[in-house]
């Protein structure tokens, strides 16, 4: 079992940049691929962003591709959501999530895939 807590999130201007964070509890985070997502008000949950366990493979969604980067430290049981040039429709709150991983390069895309998942931290980004 993993536990996730977010963190990073904030108020920015359109055009600005923010990192969130995920960390991790317990010793096999290296096994869990993860993934980033978001919920507006009065919209389902999205997909954002996926890393797998190594961090050699990373996928994006369309809307995020090109300016968000996925990453992780497996050493710090960390996973980072680095965002930049925001709009202010990337507003929501941004959750974390994983899913024990069988194959080095495994990523999941679909909020049904995943098993464990964070509190959500809140991302504005005002016009």
């Known amino acids: 079992q993993v536990q996730l807590v977010e963190s990073g999130g904030g108020l920015v201007q359109a055009g600005d940049s923010l990192r969130v964070s995920c960390a991790a509890s317990g010793r096999t985070f290296m096994r869990y691929a993860m993934g980033w997502f978001r919920q507006a008000p009065g919209k389902e949950r999205e997909f954002v962003a996926a890393i797998s366990t190594s961090g050699g493979t990373t996928y994006y969604s369309d809307s995020v591709k090109g300016r968000f980067t996925v990453s992780r430290d497996n050493a710090k049981n960390t996973v980072y959501l680095q965002m930049n040039s925001l709009k202010p429709e990337d507003t929501a709150v941004y959750y974390c999530?994983?899913?024990?991983?069988?194959?080095?390069?495994?990523?999941?895309?679909?909020?049904?895939?995943?098993?464990?998942w964070g509190q959500g931290t809140q991302v504005t980004v005002s016009s």
């Open positions: 999530a994983a899913e024990a991983a069988w194959y080095p390069n495994y990523y999941l895309t679909m909020v049904s895939e995943y098993t464990y």
